[in-house]
């Protein structure tokens, strides 16, 4: 996948709302957000939490 294409993911769910209005994408090993710093992770997170917790988001880093 592409930055490209993750760009255009995050634009449809602005439109769509899912994910927090595009606020952040999450796939293996990867979460992209759309705002940088703490408040953008932090905004993240919260919409992670409240579709299931993490569960299966972030993995063991062992």
Same mark, same amino acid.
Do not use: K
């Given at each position: 996948? %592409?930055?490209? $294409?993750?760009? @255009?993911?995050?634009?449809?769910?602005?439109?769509?709302? $899912? /994910? @927090?209005?595009?606020?952040?994408?999450?796939?293996?090993?990867?979460?992209?957000?759309? %705002?940088? *710093?703490?408040? &953008?992770?932090? @905004?993240?997170? $919260?919409?992670?939490? $409240? /579709?299931? &917790?993490?569960?299966?988001?972030? *993995?063991?880093? /062992?």
């Amino acid at each position: 996948m %592409t930055l490209l $294409e993750i760009e @255009r993911i995050m634009m449809h769910w602005a439109e769509s709302g $899912e /994910n @927090r209005s595009g606020a952040y994408f999450q796939c293996s090993d990867l979460v992209i957000v759309r %705002t940088g *710093g703490i408040p &953008g992770m932090v @905004r993240a997170l $919260e919409a992670v939490i $409240e /579709n299931g &917790g993490l569960q299966g988001i972030l *993995g063991d880093l /062992n």
